[in-house]
């Protein structure tokens, strides 16, 4: 059996529902995991400068913290 572009796109066609939602779900998990690395350097700056700012304030609703180290 020869692969070809037309058979692959039969393939495709079959499976064409799990394609999509597997392609809507790692769209949202990409979404999910992104804002963590961009509020990372922000947490340094809220801890090493030692003012609490808005991301140190949810965190301490939530969890008791007993060093700086918890919150990243």
């Not at 692969?3 to 790692?26: C, D, F, G, P």
């Not at 007993?66 to 919150?71: D, F, L």
Request: no cysteine.
């Amino acid at each position: 059996m020869m692969i070809t572009i037309k058979s692959i796109l039969k393939e495709i066609y079959k499976h064409r529902t799990q394609l999509i939602l597997a392609n809507l779900v790692a769209v949202v998990a990409t979404l999910i995991s992104l804002p963590v690395p961009l509020l990372i350097p922000l947490l340094i700056d809220e801890i090493v400068l030692g003012k609490g700012g808005d991301v140190t304030q949810f965190i301490d609703q939530y969890i008791t913290v007993g060093s700086p180290g918890y919150y990243i």
